[in-house]
Nanobody
Framework: QVQLVESGGGLVQAGGSLRLSCAAS????????MGWFRQAPGKEREFVGR????????YYADSVKGRFTISRDNAKNTVYLQMNSLKPEDTADYYC?????????????WGQGTQVTVSS
């Protein structure tokens, strides 16, 4: 089992920045990467971006490309989502998920989410 705990959400004005954290514990050696997703009220969950450990690669949804950055701190078993130039449409609950597939993607573990509200 892998446990994921997100933090760092809050209220920010449009144009501002937030950094979300996803702390992993448990069988983290079984993971091959991490992803970030978000779900706005009344909408379906949306992919935001992902990071793969090896090779070390990142990939982002077009809606956040150039504004959001995913990074990892190995020593802390933590993945970050740096969000810059935030827009009101970025308002959502943000979730991290752990990928356990060696080839491809399989989001087997999820965090509880952290809320981000961007005011105009």
């Amino acid at each position: 089992q892998v446990q994921l705990v997100e933090s760092g959400g809050g209220l920010v004005q449009a144009g501002g920045s937030l950094r979300l954290s996803c702390a992993a514990s448990g069988r983290t050696f079984s993971t091959t990467g991490m992803g970030w997703f978000r779900q706005a009220p009344g909408k379906e969950r949306e992919f935001v971006g992902r990071i793969r450990w090896s090779p070390y690669t990142t990939y982002y949804a077009d809606s956040v490309k150039g504004r959001f950055t995913i990074s990892r701190d190995n020593a802390k078993n933590t993945v970050y989502l740096q969000m810059n130039s935030l827009k009101p449409e970025d308002t959502a609950d943000y979730y991290c998920a752990a990928n356990t597939a060696i080839m491809g993607i399989q989001w087997d573990y999820w965090g509880q989410g952290t809320q981000v509200t961007v005011s105009s």
